[in-house]
């Protein structure tokens, strides 16, 4: 089996995995390459003069320029590796927010971030004395490109909005959404936390300043991901932690830096992490993104028909542009119930806020109940849980 995990039995039932969106599973070369890592390879990089040092290092800056690839930078001095979207985005907002936020300036955010693309702005908004404006969206779940277009002025500092909602599984038009802020000379972040496993990601042709990403939410373990920035621009942020591998000279009176990117990769990375999200890149090269993209669309298609079945749904991110993303309510019951129910059943889905206290405020509900897909998830997953959905309607009267 590609996927080990999807053999497990839940409460006697198939397990059926469509928690995709909060992290995908993991294929068999992935857990593979962090085995031989730490069997064979396991040492500290960059620094050490005997062979252990010397592969794990090539094989590190290997990665390196394989992210630089799939995405399309134009150099692999622009990929910095971190723990995640969210140390990706703190980063941004921490360093840039240092070197160019001052009082009274403004940040745009969408209203339908992750809070990981929300806290981190509202953090260096506070040191600096500035500000958030936000982008509203329609009930469907469509940024309101008109709005966005009112929100600069003078004040504005950077723009920073997702490019796939996690709770809506809209696609924001993210490339539009770049060459606006750029027509007032704002720089813009792109989270791509939903995005990277789904679809294929330009950074070149999207043109945005910064793209962030997580290796675990595309089939690579979970403690690396990606912060990319353009070169012009992080060459001009300071760094954000400080610390071994990030300098050139210490010394107490003065300290200089490294070169880009390590510049921005203070202290020992998770080199095996890292050498798993190169193994996972070359899985879905291997599949090809444009048939994931295909399939998880096929299935956001089948699954959005399918569930019409159900009494009482309502679906939350009606957008035409989607992603395989499913947010729902049955009736008045609470998802946590439904969570719950499905659970018995052998179905994983998440309930709850998903991390976007402000789109649940926008409907005025206290969470949903969402079932996200990965290239691993078939037909016969969105039948299961359209027939677990069916058999609890009763119970959630
Ligand atoms: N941004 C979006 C859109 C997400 O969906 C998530 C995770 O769910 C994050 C950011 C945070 O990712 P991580 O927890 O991997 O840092």
Not at 42 to 67: M, P
Not at 176 to 191: F, G, M, Q, Y
Not at 370 to 392: H, K
Request: charged content about 20%.
């Amino acid at each position: 089996m590609e996927f080990p995990i999807l053999d497990t039995q839940v409460y006697n039932h198939r397990l059926v995995y469509l928690d995709n969106a909060a992290t995908t599973q993991k294929p068999q070369q992935v857990i593979d390459t962090l085995c031989q890592y730490y069997c064979t390879l396991n040492s500290n990089i960059h620094r050490g003069a005997h062979h252990l040092a010397a592969e794990a290092t090539e094989r590190y800056e290997e990665v390196r320029r394989k992210v630089q690839g799939f995405i399309n930078a134009r150099s692999s001095n622009e990929i910095v590796f971190t723990r995640g979207t969210t140390e990706s985005i703190n980063l941004v907002a921490s360093s840039f927010g240092r070197r160019f936020l001052h009082a009274g300036d403004e940040v745009i955010v969408s209203g339908m971030e992750h809070h990981s693309d929300i806290v981190p702005w509202q953090l260096a908004c506070e040191l600096a004395g500035a500000s958030l404006r936000v982008i509203p969206f329609s009930d469907e779940g469509v940024l309101d490109l008109e709005a966005y277009k009112a929100l600069f002025n003078e004040h504005t500092r950077i723009v920073a909005c997702n490019h796939v909602s996690n709770t809506l599984g809209t696609v924001n038009p993210v490339r539009e959404l770049t060459e606006i802020a750029h027509s007032h000379n704002v720089p813009i972040l792109i989270d791509g936390a939903q995005a990277v496993a789904h679809m294929a990601v330009d950074v070149q042709q999207i043109g945005c300043d910064f793209y962030c990403f997580s290796g675990h939410k595309m089939y690579a373990p979970m403690g690396v991901g990606v912060m990319y920035g353009r070169e012009e621009i992080l060459s001009q942020l300071p760094p954000y932690q400080g610390g071994g591998e990030m300098i050139k000279d210490v010394t107490f009176e003065r300290t200089t830096y490294n070169e880009l990117p390590f510049r921005f990769e203070a202290g020992t990375p998770s080199v095996g992490d890292v050498l798993g999200l190169g193994a996972a890149i070359d899985w879905m090269l291997a599949q090809g993104l444009d048939s994931i993209s295909v399939h998880e669309d096929d299935l956001l298609r089948y699954a959005t028909e399918q569930l019409q079945q159900v009494p009482g749904i309502r679906f939350f991110g009606t957008a035409p542009h989607k992603a395989g993303v499913i947010s729902f309510l049955v009736g008045h019951s609470h998802p946590y119930d439904v969570g719950t129910l499905l659970d018995k059943l052998g179905i994983a889905v998440r309930t709850g806020h998903h991390c976007t206290q402000p789109i649940m405020d926008r409907y005025g509900i206290p969470g949903t109940v969402r079932a996200s897909f990965a290239a691993y998830t078939t037909r016969d997953d969105i039948d299961a849980l359209v027939a677990a959905l069916l058999r609890i309607a009763p119970m959630l009267e």
